[in-house]
């Protein structure tokens, strides 16, 4: 009886463990190499020994790669606020969201690091991420009215929100083992709530 060996080209193979990561590491290594503009998804895609194909299973584009979390942030800060207590004030619902996020940067300490080099080094990058931003203070503020907060302190409320953490989330970018996220966030909404006490 004959005995039939398969064999598999890894190449092509259906099945491609951690694609996502490997991509997004080959990624931020050849932006930071040759710059965003310069790199292509096919160098990306051979960078990290996978196909174009699959890079398209994982990213739409090569820009839409460093901002595929989105979604998972807006869904987080949404659930976050709608289970808070009906008794809490909508910067403290706000605060509660933002610091339920601290576990997906921190898992992800040293690719954020890499992420906003890029972005710091690219004009389009940084319109972007400010439009993500805009986004995630959209969402807040939904799930603020949702709770029964009237615009415009629902508005007002998420996007101040928005404001403490980008200023935390830069310094914790800058030097991430001497910070603590969460502490940090909470050390820019105290700031702001002195600045609008105006003491």
Do not use: C, H
């Amino acid at each position: 009886m004959s005995t039939t060996v398969i064999t598999y080209n890894r190449g092509m193979s259906r099945w491609e463990p951690n694609a996502r990561s490997r991509l997004e590491q080959a990624a931020l290594d050849l932006y930071r190499e040759r710059g965003f503009d310069q790199t292509t998804v096919a160098e990306i895609a051979q960078r990290a020994g996978l196909t174009e194909r699959t890079f398209f299973r994982y990213f739409v584009d090569k820009r839409e790669m460093l901002f595929w979390g989105q979604e998972i942030l807006r869904e987080l800060y949404m659930r976050t606020i709608a289970a808070m207590p009906g008794s809490a004030a909508p910067i403290d619902m706000v605060a509660a969201a933002l610091e339920a996020s601290v576990p997906v940067f921190n898992d992800r300490r040293e690719i954020v690091r890499q992420r906003q080099a890029v972005i710091a080094a690219n004009p389009g990058l940084q319109e972007r991420e400010l439009l993500k931003r805009a986004a995630l203070a959209s969402a807040m503020s939904d799930a603020l009215r949702q709770r029964g907060v009237p615009d415009p302190i629902a508005s007002l409320t998420a996007n101040v929100g928005v404001l403490a953490f980008t200023t935390a989330f830069v310094r914790w970018v800058n030097a991430p083992d001497e910070y603590d996220l969460s502490q940090l966030i909470r050390e820019a909404l105290d700031q702001l709530k002195v600045i609008t006490a105006g003491t």
